[in-house]
């Protein structure tokens, strides 16, 4: 547990319960599902942390609501994450997914000297994603589950088990997404919180899962509708095609 939840753990926990329920206040959710980024310093060009130090993009994010929903985040990872393997997307859930997928290309480009291989890389496709999008990448992975021949469901899960989670992140992205994503940051030595109209979060609790849905079911599962012949493996928004060329 973080330090102040000791101080009143019993209120804590009232307020963690209400959260698991969607029962909290608009104003209350605000301050919960923000998240709390802090920029991380580079060093400078003499090699130390200093003034003339700039910052990554990329911080460390923290947020109340990641606390009290991570059992329920790491149990629909799992579900999910095994699912999306069978679209070709290993970034969730998946051990050295990222390994497995320089190996497959690897080993296929020495196995074939007449394969071609394209790698591609979405600019700012993590923060400029339309929520609009994710909902409709949601309800193509729910439809796909309803469909889903029970032996291609991963071991461990049922498919009602799968349809929850869908559920779970679809809630997730209407009820703290729609009106409360927001950021707290340090901006010129000054606390700020700025709203997000769009993308996901970085440090989102939920956003890396959604993420990977919307490439798999938008991007990978389109590429496989209208190129079949050719392979696609993708570690969250790094889609790479593979194929033999002939002529």
Same mark, same amino acid.
């Given at each position: *547990?973080?330090?102040?939840?000791?101080?009143?753990?019993?209120?804590?926990?009232?307020?963690?319960?209400?959260?698991?329920?969607?029962?909290?206040?608009?104003?209350?959710?605000?301050?919960?599902?923000? /998240?709390?980024?802090?920029?991380?310093?580079?060093?400078?060009?003499?090699?130390?942390?200093?003034?003339?130090?700039?910052?990554?993009?990329?911080?460390?994010?923290?947020?109340?609501?990641?606390?009290?929903?991570?059992?329920?985040?790491?149990?629909?990872?799992?579900?999910?994450?095994? *699912?999306?393997?069978?679209?070709?997307?290993?970034?969730?859930?998946?051990?050295?997914?990222?390994?497995?997928?320089?190996?497959?290309?690897?080993?296929?480009?020495?196995? !074939?000297?007449?394969?071609?291989?394209?790698?591609? !890389?979405?600019?700012?496709?993590?923060?400029? *994603?339309?929520?609009?999008?994710?909902?409709?990448?949601?309800?193509?992975?729910?439809?796909?589950?309803?469909?889903? !021949?029970?032996?291609?469901?991963?071991?461990?899960?049922?498919?009602?088990?799968?349809?929850?989670?869908?559920?779970?992140?679809?809630?997730?992205?209407?009820?703290?997404?729609?009106? !409360?994503?927001?950021?707290?940051?340090?901006?010129?030595?000054?606390?700020?919180?700025?709203?997000?109209?769009?993308?996901?979060?970085?440090?989102?609790?939920?956003?890396?899962?959604?993420?990977?849905?919307? /490439?798999?079911?938008?991007?990978?599962?389109?590429?496989?509708?209208?190129?079949?012949?050719?392979?696609?493996?993708?570690?969250?928004?790094?889609?790479?095609?593979?194929?033999?060329?002939?002529?």
């Amino acid at each position: *547990l973080r330090p102040f939840y000791r101080q009143d753990i019993f209120r804590w926990a009232i307020i963690a319960e209400c959260v698991t329920r969607h029962l909290v206040p608009a104003s209350i959710r605000g301050i919960l599902a923000t /998240v709390s980024a802090q920029q991380l310093m580079k060093k400078d060009a003499n090699g130390r942390y200093s003034d003339a130090s700039s910052t990554r993009p990329i911080g460390k994010c923290e947020r109340p609501l990641a606390d009290f929903l991570r059992g329920d985040a790491s149990t629909v990872a799992r579900a999910i994450g095994r *699912l999306l393997v069978n679209f070709g997307q290993f970034a969730v859930s998946s051990r050295s997914g990222g390994e497995a997928v320089s190996r497959a290309l690897q080993t296929r480009l020495q196995a !074939d000297p007449t394969t071609v291989t394209v790698f591609t !890389d979405a600019s700012n496709a993590y923060c400029m *994603l339309d929520t609009a999008d994710e909902l409709r990448a949601l309800d193509m992975l729910t439809q796909y589950i309803k469909n889903l !021949d029970t032996a291609r469901i991963p071991i461990g899960n049922t498919k009602n088990e799968l349809l929850w989670a869908c559920d779970l992140l679809i809630a997730d992205l209407t009820f703290y997404r729609a009106h !409360d994503g927001a950021v707290l940051t340090v901006i010129d030595g000054i606390l700020a919180r700025f709203d997000l109209p769009g993308g996901e979060v970085q440090g989102g609790l939920w956003s890396m899962l959604r993420f990977t849905i919307t /490439v798999a079911m938008l991007v990978i599962q389109e590429l496989a509708i209208t190129y079949p012949d050719i392979d696609r493996l993708c570690i969250a928004d790094d889609v790479t095609v593979q194929m033999s060329v002939t002529t």
